[in-house]
């Protein structure tokens, strides 16, 4: 089977690869030469990017970016957020990152981000999201239609019942 860079990943391929539970986005990559430390392994601000990368994607697919263009929408922040380092990455290892909404609030979300190769996990990112209106001055409540969409599709769960 063909592993596709920077292309989504179906939950059969993810299933594939080794990566269990499937999410609702995944995006495959390979570690560069220029993001390995003096220790030969990736370095650990890269993996923040990694994440970043896939997260910015997701609110994008999920329509609540604004990077794509759109004048109005919400500014989304992280409130907090863990990363948890389980086994090193090192050059040339093809890579899967992963992202789903766990839970929702009005104007916040949680999601869950891994790390796989080689169907290990390797690193998890739990952060905390929250909306604001465009200037930053107050909460922008989650539409009615993403919140249908975390529960359909992530499987999320509504924390405001």
């Known amino acids: 089977m063909d592993l596709r860079y920077h292309t989504p990943l179906s939950p059969e391929m993810q ?8 999410a609702p986005l995944a995006m495959a990559d390979q570690v560069r030469f220029s993001e390995l430390d003096v220790l030969n392994h990736v370095n650990n601000a890269v993996y923040m990017q990694w994440f970043e990368r896939l997260r910015v994607r997701y609110t994008q697919e999920w329509g609540l970016s604004r ?15 863990q990363i948890h380092y389980r086994q090193e990455m090192l050059m040339d290892e093809d890579y899967v990152v992963t992202c789903g909404c766990t839970g929702f609030r009005t104007t916040s ?18 952060c905390v999201l929250v909306l604001l209106t465009s200037d ?7 539409p009615d239609d993403l919140h249908r969409r975390f529960v359909e599709i992530d499987g999320a769960r509504d924390e405001n019942m």
């Open 109 to 126: 979300f949680s999601l869950a981000q891994t790390l796989w190769a080689g169907g290990t996990l390797r690193a998890t990112f739990d």
């Open 136 to 142: 930053g001055s107050a909460r922008y409540p989650i």
């Open 15 to 22: 299933s594939h690869l080794g990566i269990a539970p499937t």
């Open 67 to 81: 990077s794509t263009g759109a004048d109005k929408g919400p500014r989304i922040v992280i409130r907090s957020g």
